[in-house]
């Protein structure tokens, strides 16, 4: 049973979705709590079965479903209960706390939370599983009662079968996307997908295109994904940078789109700008995979995913000038990304976050793509 306390998208949710299909592939009963969302009927299409809890609600209301966690664990009777976010983790902990027999108890760190009490229970995890080094590190720093050896790391993974460049965007979907945003035609493109918060980096985006701008280069910026329901304020907070710095009508601003492997497929580079350490960068890995040039900051799982596979987009966070002249950099070679070393991907994260519920449940052996809790 994995808990989460949506399943729209996003990369826990994506990676609950993922381990459900491996679970029904191995013939396992696959069970899914949240709230709902938009990935329910794919979950369950996939053959996992999903109830409906609002586990995620943050009010003191939220206590109710404990009692409603526990009944559905006494029915469905799970071996192991995986908690994906610290609420979900707690109403888990306080619902299984006098069951018998208790269902194994497994955590997965998927953000660099707050430091405080609260989050200290993504280490209580039987296993906790890091979705990188740099979470890995998180935790034994600053939760010391955690013995490191619970720890395993399984990197988010991409999907071949979606990324790869066997399956190219069409010409027939190139026009259709460039008459629908002529603005983008005959320019080089940076695409940096993020939804809008100023922790994605879009400033330092709109930064970038002025100095290429002043610098000669006709680029041009697609924020992708920017666009969101009560988010008016930030956007226009955007603009008036972006008019400020005289390249407003050299920058596309976009809701989120499904057709997200074609636009990285057309762009020229795509960025990763987040202004705080993530644990992850999933964004890397499917651009990588397209062959498509990544630039972003190196700190926390993003640089640690360039500095393996693509150092020449490891850019110091904050760093304009170092940004500047890789970008253009890249666009004058405007060749594709080598890749260094296999990326990670979505079958060794299934196959690993199963061995790890193995031992578990089978008192199987530590599998051996785990070392010091490393993967």
Do not use: C
Not at 13 to 30: C, D, I, N
Not at 233 to 248: F, K, N, P
């Amino acid at each position: 049973m994995q808990l989460i306390p949506a399943l729209d998208a996003g990369g826990a949710q994506r990676s609950t979705l993922e381990v459900a299909a491996a679970l029904v592939a191995a013939g396992h009963r696959s069970i899914v709590i949240s709230a709902g969302g938009a990935w329910v009927p794919k979950l369950t299409e996939g053959g996992s079965e999903h109830y409906r809890l609002p586990i995620g609600r943050k009010a003191f209301s939220v206590l109710l479903q404990i009692r409603s966690l526990r009944q559905l664990l006494r029915s469905l009777k799970p071996d192991l209960v995986h908690a994906r976010s610290r609420l979900p983790a707690w109403l888990t902990l306080a619902a299984i706390f006098r069951l018998r027999p208790r269902p194994a108890f497994v955590t997965t760190l998927h953000g660099l939370n707050s430091v405080n009490a609260y989050s200290a229970v993504m280490s209580r995890g039987e296993r906790v599983i890091a979705v990188s080094d740099t979470a890995r590190r998180h935790l034994i720093r600053n939760y010391p009662r955690l013995d490191a050896r619970r720890i395993r790391v399984i990197p988010r993974g991409v999907d071949p079968l979606e990324f790869n460049l066997g399956t190219p965007a069409g010409p027939s979907w190139r026009e259709q996307f460039l008459d629908e945003f002529p603005q983008l035609r005959g320019f080089p493109l940076l695409t940096l997908p993020g939804r809008g918060t100023r922790l994605k980096g879009h400033a330092d985006a709109i930064e970038l295109l002025s100095r290429l701008a002043q610098a000669g280069s006709e680029a041009r910026l697609l924020l992708l994904g920017v666009i969101e329901p009560g988010r008016e304020d930030y956007l226009a907070e955007l603009h008036a940078r972006a008019q400020a710095l005289s390249v407003l009508e050299r920058i596309t601003f976009m809701p989120s789109r499904p057709d997200v492997f074609e636009v990285y497929l057309i762009s020229d580079i795509v960025l990763q700008l987040s202004t705080r350490p993530e644990s992850f960068g999933r964004v890397v890995i499917e651009a990588l995979s397209l062959g498509r040039p990544v630039l972003g900051y190196a700190h926390g799982g993003v640089g640690e995913l360039l500095q393996s596979h693509y150092p020449a987009g490891a850019v110091e966070p904050r760093d304009i000038d170092a940004l500047t002249i890789a970008a253009l950099a890249l666009l004058q070679a405007h060749s594709p990304a080598t890749v260094s070393g296999a990326l990670p991907n979505v079958s060794n994260l299934q196959r690993l976050t199963l061995s790890v519920y193995a031992e578990l449940i089978d008192g199987a052996a530590v599998d051996p793509a785990f070392a010091d809790g490393r993967s």
